[in-house]
């Protein structure tokens, strides 16, 4: 027994028994403080009724407080020591949620067959149900998930501006944190990920050698892309604005790296990265640029010959996002079938082409005039396009060609499509400020002397149709897993009709590029799920968007933009597992048939390059599995800001805690007045 113990006169078990004592007194505390919040809740589950006036819940939690510190000062007196937490309370609640979603899942249609028989509608109302329930329960999980993150305040003051659209987003947002307007949070976040990283994409495509990254070098005023190197196929480089000149690598199955711009060559080119062998899957390059303040991200694309996979669906797959194409045509070369490739896929995306003709210092300026007549004539008649030709260097004298275009062409270009983001991002705001002074409306309509008669209900055909526009995104993302998982299957089949194939070619000739039949083959066979994959995240766009229509045309509301389009695929490089296939045609074999070299092709293949097929299959299943999250998830979260607003304008959201008509009817005025002369003065006295 120490001296503190001989002093207050209590033993070890002593102190543990008050403690348990006052640890039981602190449950029952807090369950009485939650049966009374709990009765005046708009819970369908109450237990006890509405009896308590707000008077005395408040006197109620300030006894409870007083006696918590009573019991905390006694411990203290006492020397008890009080309890270490087991956990965290996010992670707590954040199990809480995880169990459930599980419970939802029980309540799929499959499982209720054993309480008896479903009639196929009441199974479609009950999947659509559970569905927007697990919704609802996901949208808090992935909330708590986000940490930091998902403080939506400290977001908007990161943005570090102060402009008018800022300022009221952030009264905006403390007005939904405090009347308790969570349907809100979906579009607010939604417009401040947009704000984020609202860069201008361009996209430089040009075939290799052409000049994309000496003409990047030039536009932004640095060394920082290796020229006269091989670029690692498969892997843009996004280029935009930061505080400090570094480089970030992502991996397949690593954690990503900082690097300094000295080291890209050894992650970003065929000579220090040979296949890939490091399996890079994104770079991203930080530069200080005052070319890239305004916002604009310029990728370096890889060689055309990479892009061409199958036909015009997947290129446009493949194509990394972007608003502006630039392609670079060689001079010395001429104009290809890659480079109408890109242009058609580039128009077909929805972006817009600019055509420059590089290495313009070789040729006189007539040559230069003749070769911009016959691009655009080539255009013209194959494309039916009129775009934009430019003939450039960036050498010498000749540099002013650049320059030029620099500043008469592409800087117009970019200022325009600045002042049309920030209309758009206006109207998007102003549409927010709209839905939730509606919302603060309904609030002060929504006391007990309220006529539930009299209020808009979301009408049935618009509920059902966002029940299943949750469905829809649930099926997409179980087919995520299982067409990527094909892909990890195929490597057996694609040994079997690379064999033939070979086969075939080695019977008739000595001289075979065994490398390439692969690859052809390769290509050839991942085209067909590497498409379905793009239909399925297509198909689940357009689905979402006749929900959607059905639901705003159902309430007589107007129907949002358009959902975010898919792109930037992951390109399949079928470069860097062709490179290692080395088959000689054996003498012998060769006198006994087809078949039998075709058996023994294949039999080399399956043992010596088995494994790394299946690696390369896996590694590709993973990006595309990954890429595919993240579409659905820009579908998820634009369908959930449409449906949360939408339901937000018939449904009187529950308050939290006791109503404050005072406070509501204020920020519904300085909401009102917002732009007025009275604006000012709003907020101060807020």
């Not at 599980?102 to 199974?123: C, V």
């Not at 403390?174 to 947009?194: N, Q, Y």
């Not at 009408?459 to 059902?464: D, G, I, L, Q, V």
């Amino acid at each position: 027994m120490n001296d503190e113990t001989e002093t207050h006169g209590f033993s070890e078990h002593h102190q543990r028994h008050v403690r348990t004592t006052f640890q039981y007194i602190d449950k029952l505390l807090s369950e009485a403080e939650h049966t009374m919040a709990d009765a005046g809740s708009p819970s369908p589950f109450r237990t006890h009724s509405d009896d308590a006036r707000p008077i005395q819940r408040k006197v109620t939690h300030d006894y409870i407080l007083r006696i918590r510190e009573a019991m905390r000062r006694v411990m203290e007196e006492l020397n008890i020591p009080p309890s270490e937490p087991h956990s965290g309370a996010v992670w707590a609640a954040a199990i809480n949620l995880m169990f459930c979603s599980i419970s939802l899942n029980e309540l799929t249609p499959e499982r209720m067959h054993a309480y008896g028989p479903l009639s196929p509608d009441a199974a479609d109302k009950l999947d659509g149900i559970r569905a927007e329930l697990d919704g609802l329960v996901g949208k808090l999980r992935s909330y708590l998930g986000k940490g930091a993150g998902g403080d939506l305040q400290q977001r908007l003051q990161q943005l570090g501006k102060t402009g008018d659209e800022i300022r009221l987003l952030s009264e905006i947002e403390r007005i939904i944190t405090a009347h308790g307007l969570v349907e809100f949070r979906g579009t607010l976040s939604m417009l401040l990920d947009r704000m984020e990283g609202a860069a201008f994409e361009v996209g430089v495509f040009g075939r290799v050698s052409s000049g994309k990254s000496s003409l990047l070098n030039y536009i932004l005023q640095t060394d920082v892309l290796p020229i006269g190197v091989t670029p690692v196929t498969a892997i843009p480089t996004r280029i935009s604005h930061g505080p400090v000149a570094e480089a970030g690598i992502e991996f397949a199955e690593a954690q990503p790296q900082i690097i300094a711009l000295s080291e890209l060559p050894e992650f970003a080119t065929e000579q220090k990265n040979p296949g890939n062998k490091k399996h890079v899957t994104r770079i991203f390059v930080k530069l200080p640029s005052v070319r890239l303040a305004e916002g604009v991200t310029f990728v370096d694309t890889p060689g055309l010959g990479s892009l061409a996979v199958a036909d015009a669906e997947e290129t446009i797959a493949y194509l990394p996002r972007c608003d502006l194409g630039i392609v670079l045509i060689d001079a010395s070369a001429g104009l290809t079938q890659d480079d109408l490739v890109v242009v058609q896929a580039l128009y077909q995306a929805g972006a817009s082409a600019m055509i420059l003709i590089s290495k313009a210092d070789l040729f006189s300026g007539a040559d230069r005039e003749r070769m911009i007549e016959y691009v655009k004539k080539n255009l013209r008649n194959q494309l039916r396009v009129e775009a934009p030709v430019h003939a450039v260097s960036v050498f010498g004298a000749d540099a002013a060609l650049c320059d030029r275009w620099f500043e008469s062409e592409l800087r117009p270009f970019l200022a325009q499509h600045h002042e049309l983001a920030i209309t758009s991002q206006k109207r998007k705001i102003g549409g927010l400020r709209e839905a939730v002074i509606g919302a603060l409306e309904r609030r002060l309509q929504a006391g007990p002397e309220a006529v539930s008669g009299e209020r808009a209900v979301l009408s049935n055909e618009a509920t059902e149709a966002l029940r299943n526009g949750d469905r829809i995104l649930e099926r997409a993302q179980g087919e995520c897993f299982f067409l990527t998982r094909k892909i990890t299957k195929m490597q057996r089949a694609i040994i079997s009709v690379a064999a033939q194939h070979i086969g075939a070619a080695l019977i008739e000739s000595d001289n075979v590029d065994t490398a390439s039949i692969f690859a052809e083959t390769v290509a050839r066979m991942i085209a067909e799920p590497v498409a379905a994959t793009l239909r399925s995240i297509e198909q689940t766009r357009e689905a979402l968007a006749k929900v959607i229509a059905l639901a705003a045309s159902a309430s007589g509301r107007s129907a949002p933009e358009e959902l975010p389009q898919p792109a930037g695929m992951p390109m399949v490089d079928v470069d860097e597992i062709s490179q290692k296939i080395v088959i000689e045609k054996p003498a012998m074999l060769s006198l006994l048939g087809k078949g039998m070299l075709t058996s023994h092709v294949r039999r080399k293949l399956e043992t010596e390059y088995d494994r790394a097929v299946l690696e390369f299959l896996s590694l590709y299943a993973n990006r595309l599995r990954r890429w595919m999250e993240q579409s659905i998830n820009a579908l998820r979260n634009a369908f959930t800001a449409f449906a949360d607003m939408h339901r937000a304008q018939f449904e009187n959201a529950p308050a939290s805690g006791s109503a404050d008509t005072s406070a509501v009817q204020h920020d519904l005025r300085m909401l009102r007045e917002w732009g007025t002369t009275d604006q000012e003065s709003a907020i101060g006295s807020t």
